[in-house]
């Protein structure tokens, strides 16, 4: 098949084959070839050039640069996952560009962990609090769950109806119950919590 000549204006003046190279409409990112068949009149399809991209390069997408004359090396971090600096949660760049003024590569080491403009500071207080937190809610359920174990057995000494293996399980529990209370949990996370008895 005959090859098309187009004229300046990218339009068909003699009727054949061309060899387009196709790029996304909005981020200009080059996506394939084509050979297209073009009659007199007719010009290229959109989002298209006649120009060949440049080799491909690591790191870097292949895209038609703003003014559409030429082709251009964009910086490609899709898929990296980055962190926010205001919130430290990280985020998944879909974008091609350099990386975002509100992201960082560095990984935060713990959630409490706050953008210092050029690095991550632990909020010690704010650890602090939620390991307080934390103990306090494992303290409860321990609490709970003693008392839970205890309620039977009060029912079978207060009847007088107790066998000596359950005497001294209740009183055991009842003991365990009386060392978590004593449980200081501002010293979280640096706590020794007592040893539940055998059930």
């Known amino acids: 098949m005959a090859k098309a000549t187009l004229n300046k204006n990218g339009i068909a003046t003699k009727a054949g084959d061309i060899t387009v190279y196709n790029y996304d409409s909005e981020t200009r990112e080059y996506l394939s070839s084509a050979v297209e068949f073009l009659a007199v009149g007719v010009g290229i399809p959109a989002s298209s050039c006649t120009d060949a991209p440049v080799d491909e390069k690591d790191g870097f997408a292949i895209c038609r640069t703003v003014s559409l004359d030429g082709?251009?090396?964009?910086?490609?971090?899709?898929?990296?996952?980055?962190?926010?600096?205001?919130?430290?949660q990280p985020v998944e760049i879909t974008s091609l560009g350099d990386y975002p003024g509100n992201v960082t590569t560095v990984v935060p080491s713990t959630p409490y962990d706050r953008w210092n403009g050029s690095a991550?500071?632990?909020?010690?207080?704010?650890?602090?609090?939620?390991?307080?937190?934390?103990?306090?809610?494992?303290?409860?359920?321990?609490?709970?769950?003693?008392?839970?174990?205890?309620?039977?057995?009060?029912?079978?000494?207060?009847?007088?109806?107790?066998?000596?293996?359950?005497?001294?399980?209740?009183?055991?529990?009842?003991?365990?119950?009386?060392?978590?209370?004593r449980v200081d949990t501002s010293q979280a996370p640096d706590i020794s919590w007592p040893e539940p008895p055998e059930d």
């Open 120 to 181: 991550w500071v632990t909020d010690k207080t704010e650890k602090t609090a939620a390991e307080i937190a934390g103990a306090n809610a494992t303290k409860a359920a321990l609490i709970k769950n003693a008392s839970v174990k205890i309620v039977p057995l009060q029912d079978a000494v207060e009847l007088d109806m107790a066998t000596d293996e359950e005497k001294s399980r209740y009183d055991a529990w009842r003991k365990y119950r009386v060392l978590l209370t």
């Open 71 to 88: 082709w251009e090396y964009v910086t490609d971090h899709r898929g990296e996952t980055v962190y926010d600096k205001q919130t430290s």
